[in-house]
């Protein structure tokens, strides 16, 4: 693994595998009765958001103290950001702090590989989201929970999703959470299909590893797993669909289409959710809709991500053999 | 590594699979007596060797006791003292049988004994994970050298050993045969960085 996650395209596939296995060991620490480890004592990793989140920053500070992290949030509104100071002066201020990881989200697409190419700061840069390009924590969770579910928490260890087939609808266009679903379902070896309205299809999108459908009931019989997408309504800017009626009618999910999925084919969203919209109460509250377990699986991977990236005196390479304790390490 | 080959050739055969063998019963025999029954024990291997020397033990004890004993793994790393001096570990898995730790008398099984690091770490772990009644210790080799002051309870083979050797167990389930091999380090490892 790099020293920075930017990108879900980054990834190797076995560093993907590598995270997914880790946070399948972190997923256990939930069931204990302490729910700690000592593993980053003394570190400290600070939450940057420049953008309102509730339940990316609530997880990676979950994940940080978890493992016994110091967290420092920093959110944009109520900081000298608000009185007009650049990111690089932010950024300098901590590193002075001594940060040794920064997560970051942020409006502008970039800002995370600005942060972390700069020079500006030491630490690892974690994207935690950024403008319309890449959300890759969402994708492992993602990833994860359809790992868990399709194949099971132990069968899935040291595998991929090799030919499932994972259907992603909505509004691709803005959606920094479908852009890294893409490359990292591609890279663990998935097929992937767009379903969205030509309006909200990105330009493009011919160059990305997967396909792109208009009809969704025509992908669903064939789906392992559907995302639907949040119309992100703060960043539309023109009319990229006539009604909100006729967008719910063509793309959204209700229980009649969910029956047409196959019976072992789940329903995700990665929150937040406008139902009624994108997804009915009827499907966002059975059993086959994972939100809530994506909320969990969240903490796990955000865990694995920043154990993998601060637990070491550098990042975890391509995993070693499985059996990597030598006899001098007793 | 093809099993069947030594890794370097000056390595040499100290404990050999029926060794192996015996050295596991009679430490299970010595669980029993000390354990009066081995009515509430416990055994948690340490990954890798030790999940596979402590099934065996399980084995062997529900032969000479005729129940089943609770058998898991409790991996250590994300509680070692070194983890700054090496790129991050691959974790490996813990698994803590069904009724938990809690007052009862758990076995920690590991394969070889050394700076006495492992154990350590092992013992906080398993802090986190209950309360047990009393916790000792079963390894196949003691090779001496402790930095941390932690004995075994329950020892295969003493094995007393320089700095410059390397004592490598290989086990049927991991390397294709049991055998407990003595080498010498490579010189270019003479002064290597004491580890856990």
Same mark, same amino acid.
């Given at each position: 693994?790099?020293?920075?996650?930017?990108?879900?395209?980054?990834?190797?596939?076995?560093?993907?595998?590598?995270?997914?296995?880790?946070?399948?060991?972190?997923?256990?620490?939930?069931?204990?009765?302490?729910?700690?480890?000592?593993?980053?004592?003394?570190?400290?990793?600070?939450?940057?958001?420049?953008?309102?989140?509730?339940?990316?920053?609530?997880?990676?500070?979950?994940?940080?103290?978890?493992?016994?992290?110091?967290?420092?949030?920093?959110?944009?509104?109520?900081?000298?950001?608000?009185?007009?100071?650049?990111?690089?002066?932010?950024?300098?201020?901590?590193?002075?702090?001594?940060?040794?990881? @920064?997560?970051?989200?942020?409006? %502008?697409?970039?800002?995370?590989?600005? &942060? #972390? +190419?700069? !020079?500006?700061?030491?630490?690892? $840069?974690?994207?935690?989201?950024?403008?319309?390009?890449?959300?890759?924590?969402?994708?492992?969770?993602?990833?994860?929970?359809?790992?868990?579910?399709?194949?099971?928490?132990?069968?899935?260890?040291?595998?991929?999703?090799?030919?499932?087939?994972?259907?992603?609808?909505?509004? @691709?266009?803005?959606?920094?959470? %479908?852009?890294?679903?893409?490359?990292? &379902? #591609? +890279?663990? !070896?998935?097929?992937?299909?767009? $379903?969205?309205?030509?309006?909200?299809?990105?330009?493009?999108?011919?160059?990305?590893?997967?396909?792109?459908?208009?009809?969704?009931?025509?992908?669903?019989?064939?789906?392992?797993?559907?995302?639907?997408?949040?119309?992100?309504?703060?960043?539309?800017?023109?009319?990229?669909?006539?009604?909100?009626?006729?967008?719910?009618?063509?793309?959204?999910?209700?229980?009649?289409?969910?029956?047409?999925?196959?019976?072992?084919?789940?329903?995700?969203?990665?929150?937040?959710?406008?139902?009624?919209?994108?997804?009915?109460?009827?499907?966002?509250?059975?059993?086959?809709?994972?939100?809530?377990?994506?909320?969990?699986?969240?903490?796990?991977?955000?865990?694995?991500?920043?154990?993998?990236?601060?637990?070491?005196?550098?990042?975890?390479?391509?995993?070693?053999?499985?059996?990597?304790?030598?006899?001098?390490?007793? | 590594?093809?099993?069947?080959?030594?890794?370097?050739?000056?390595?040499?055969?100290?404990?050999?699979?029926?060794?192996?063998?015996?050295?596991?019963?009679?430490?299970?025999?010595?669980?029993?007596?000390?354990?009066?029954?081995?009515?509430?024990?416990?055994?948690?291997?340490?990954?890798?060797?030790?999940?596979?020397?402590?099934?065996?033990?399980?084995?062997?004890?529900?032969?000479?006791?005729?129940?089943?004993?609770?058998?898991?793994?409790?991996?250590?790393?994300?509680?070692?003292?070194?983890?700054?001096?090496?790129?991050?570990?691959?974790?490996?898995?813990?698994?803590?049988?069904?009724?938990?730790?809690?007052?009862?008398?758990?076995?920690?099984?590991?394969?070889?004994?050394?700076?006495?690091?492992?154990?350590?770490?092992?013992?906080?772990?398993?802090?986190?994970?209950?309360?047990?009644?009393?916790?000792?210790?079963?390894?196949?080799?003691?090779?001496?050298?402790?930095?941390?002051?932690?004995?075994?309870?329950?020892?295969?083979?003493?094995?007393?050993?320089?700095?410059?050797?390397?004592?490598?167990?290989?086990?049927?389930?991991?390397?294709?045969?049991?055998?407990?091999?003595?080498?010498?380090?490579?010189?270019?490892?003479?002064?290597?960085?004491?580890?856990?």
């Amino acid at each position: 693994m790099k020293r920075h996650l930017i990108s879900a395209a980054d990834l190797t596939r076995d560093d993907a595998v590598l995270i997914l296995d880790t946070a399948e060991e972190m997923a256990r620490v939930a069931d204990r009765p302490i729910k700690k480890l000592p593993t980053l004592r003394g570190r400290t990793v600070v939450n940057l958001f420049f953008e309102d989140s509730t339940r990316t920053r609530i997880s990676f500070e979950a994940a940080a103290k978890r493992l016994s992290a110091d967290v420092i949030n920093f959110s944009a509104k109520g900081s000298s950001v608000s009185k007009g100071e650049s990111l690089k002066d932010t950024a300098l201020t901590l590193e002075a702090m001594g940060a040794d990881a @920064v997560v970051i989200r942020h409006h %502008a697409s970039g800002a995370p590989y600005r &942060l #972390a +190419t700069s !020079g500006w700061i030491d630490g690892s $840069v974690v994207n935690a989201g950024d403008g319309t390009h890449e959300h890759p924590t969402q994708a492992l969770l993602d990833a994860f929970t359809m790992r868990r579910r399709l194949t099971g928490p132990d069968d899935g260890l040291g595998r991929g999703l090799d030919g499932r087939r994972i259907t992603i609808v909505g509004d @691709v266009l803005h959606s920094r959470v %479908a852009r890294s679903n893409v490359h990292l &379902l #591609a +890279t663990l !070896g998935a097929h992937v299909t767009l $379903v969205a309205p030509p309006t909200l299809v990105p330009v493009g999108v011919q160059t990305w590893p997967c396909e792109v459908a208009y009809d969704l009931d025509q992908v669903l019989p064939k789906s392992d797993a559907v995302m639907m997408l949040r119309v992100q309504r703060e960043r539309m800017n023109a009319a990229f669909f006539p009604t909100e009626r006729e967008y719910s009618r063509r793309y959204g999910l209700d229980g009649d289409r969910m029956a047409k999925m196959p019976e072992h084919a789940v329903v995700m969203h990665p929150g937040p959710m406008n139902r009624g919209m994108e997804i009915t109460a009827e499907v966002a509250d059975s059993g086959r809709c994972t939100a809530v377990e994506q909320v969990a699986n969240g903490v796990s991977i955000r865990m694995a991500v920043l154990y993998l990236l601060l637990g070491g005196n550098e990042p975890a390479v391509a995993t070693p053999a499985a059996s990597s304790r030598t006899e001098e390490s007793k | 590594m093809d099993a069947q080959q030594h890794p370097d050739a000056a390595a040499r055969p100290v404990l050999e699979a029926p060794d192996i063998a015996r050295v596991l019963t009679r430490i299970a025999h010595e669980i029993v007596e000390r354990a009066k029954g081995a009515d509430d024990v416990v055994l948690l291997g340490i990954p890798t060797r030790g999940v596979f020397l402590a099934r065996r033990l399980a084995d062997k004890l529900e032969a000479i006791t005729g129940r089943g004993i609770p058998v898991g793994s409790l991996d250590i790393t994300m509680y070692r003292d070194d983890l700054r001096m090496r790129p991050a570990r691959t974790l490996a898995r813990t698994e803590i049988p069904g009724d938990g730790v809690d007052g009862r008398l758990v076995v920690l099984v590991d394969d070889v004994l050394f700076s006495g690091r492992t154990i350590r770490a092992a013992l906080d772990a398993l802090g986190d994970i209950g309360r047990p009644r009393a916790v000792q210790l079963a390894v196949l080799v003691d090779r001496g050298h402790r930095e941390l002051p932690i004995r075994a309870d329950y020892v295969g083979k003493n094995l007393p050993t320089s700095l410059r050797e390397t004592v490598k167990v290989q086990l049927a389930e991991e390397d294709g045969r049991d055998t407990v091999l003595l080498g010498l380090r490579e010189p270019a490892e003479t002064a290597p960085v004491r580890e856990q």
